[in-house]
């Protein structure tokens, strides 16, 4: 169960739960914006070009200012999302610390070109004195 509660946590804190809850979101502003599309220009066109009503009617069904209404909260909502992720992955970020390099631990001997240990003062291959003050 310990362990659980750590992979969950991993995982909550990877940023995939936000992607997943972002994603949904969009999907979710984005069907309203097909329905209203849908609602208000396809299905009265439908209705004619299948001649089932005269467009008079089918004019007013048509309602843009729904339509538009919808591509105006769909815009609102990304723009929204977009700040709130901005804002969460920058407060993540500030607890972790940018990976600093690996330190070396080895050394090449400027006599016989073999990778030796950083601290030996004497080469384990060709015998050779180091400076100890060299680094490479
Ligand atoms: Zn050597």
New binding site residues.
């Given amino acids: 169960m310990k362990k659980f509660l750590k992979e969950f946590k991993e995982f909550a804190l990877k940023g995939n739960v936000l992607d997943m809850a972002v994603g949904v979101i969009i999907a979710t502003a984005f069907t309203g914006i097909v329905k209203s599309l849908t609602a208000n220009f396809i299905d009265p066109i439908l209705k004619f070009v299948t001649a089932r009503e005269p467009i008079t009617v089918v004019m007013m069904q048509t309602n843009s200012a729904a339509f538009l209404t919808e591509v105006i909260n769909f815009l609102i909502t990304a723009f929204v999302l977009f700040c709130l992720v901005k804002a969460i992955s920058k407060i993540m970020s500030i607890g972790k610390k940018p990976e600093a390099p690996a330190e070396p631990t080895t050394k090449v001997?400027?006599?016989?070109?073999?990778e030796?240990s950083i601290e030996a003062t004497r080469?384990?291959?060709?015998?050779?004195e180091l400076e100890t003050a060299e680094v490479k």
């Fill in positions: 001997c400027p006599f016989c070109k073999t030796i080469c384990p291959n060709c015998t050779s």
